[in-house]
């Protein structure tokens, strides 16, 4: 391949990574910006995204590569309830881990979510094995360039990289419009800015918190549904990496600020994808977080966030 394709392969390869690793930030800067956690277990409701899916395939007795109807059908159905599982294990975690501790010190929170996170590992690791195991073929790859348009390339475009950009994409919209738009999503917005104040106006700041949870959860279902349909390979501490990276990308970005998260895990994919071909996967993380440390050293708020007065 000459330079240029391995630019635009790699570019290719940082847009799917960044598309998930944004989908996982926003449920972390939704959380954050809320009630001022740093969810860590998040990361691990990504996982059981994963896993979660293929066991409905695997209900459904979906082993291999699905075509016509089943594909339209069995896919959207299986994302669906993954969403709804994931969606609801994240609100439950909430209710019984971190409301108790709403008017605890901040610590508190932080160690139980660390501690929340080993549980979930430790479940997936007694649930799955220690080994990596395998994710169904379900969506079919094919070669967008070559099969379909007739370039005869060497940068391979295919089917599962456009599925990846068409639902995290349209996923990242909707939550936008939910935010900006809605009664729910002015409520978020209310309660993020001043708890308080918010529930002295009649807004429920405990059911604005659950909606979020349940809202983060759904997104992280849906990357980690994206993501095995995508390597079609599982691992219990998957959710440790995507959840370092995810973040890392919601810090980068801006804590808080949902378009900053977005922009920041497509920042990150793309730094993955080029730091792995130039310089070595086992420096990728070094050259993530000197990168990090880079812009929060110039810019301490994020690219996109914005410094805030401080609640007395």
């Known amino acids: 391949m000459s330079w240029y394709e391995v630019l635009v392969q790699q570019s ?69 309830a993954t969403m709804v599982t994931t969606a609801v294990i994240n609100a439950s975690i909430d209710r019984i881990a971190y409301r108790p501790l709403r008017h605890a010190t901040r610590l508190a929170p932080l160690i139980t979510a660390i501690g929340v996170s080993f549980m979930l590992e430790n479940t997936a690791l007694v649930w799955k094995g220690p080994a990596p195991f395998p994710y169904p073929d379900i969506f079919p790859s094919i070669d967008i360039l070559y099969d379909w348009l007739g370039w005869n390339s060497k940068i391979f475009l295919t089917t599962k990289d456009l599925v990846v950009i068409g639902v995290t994409i349209p996923l990242m919209l909707a939550l936008q419009y939910f935010v900006t738009r809605t009664t729910w999503g002015k409520a978020m917005r209310a309660t993020a800015q001043d708890r308080e104040t918010a529930a002295a106006m009649g807004i429920n700041v405990e059911k604005t918190i ?25 691992q219990w501490y998957v959710g440790y990496q995507a959840g370092l990276r995810a973040f890392t990308a919601a810090v980068l970005g801006g804590i808080g600020n949902m378009p900053g998260a977005a922009l920041g895990g497509l920042v990150i994919g793309f730094l993955s994808a080029w730091s792995d071909q130039y310089i070595s996967p086992r420096w990728t993380n070094a050259v993530v977080f000197t990168i990090l440390i880079l812009v929060l050293v110039f810019r301490p708020h994020g690219l996109l966030g914005e410094r805030t007065a401080d609640k007395v």
């Open 12 to 80: 290719i390869n940082g847009l799917t990574r960044g598309s998930v690793f944004a989908l996982v930030a926003l449920g972390y800067t939704m959380v954050y910006g809320i009630i001022e956690l740093i969810n860590f277990a998040h990361g691990d409701v990504f996982m059981l995204g994963l896993v979660f899916s293929l066991l409905y395939f695997t209900l459904l007795g979906m082993a291999k590569t699905l075509h016509g109807w089943q594909l339209v059908t069995i896919i959207p159905l299986v994302f669906v």
């Open 210 to 234: 659950l909606v979020t949870f349940l809202i983060g959860g759904a997104l992280a279902g849906a990357a980690g549904m994206i993501q095995g349909m995508y390597y079609n390979i599982g």
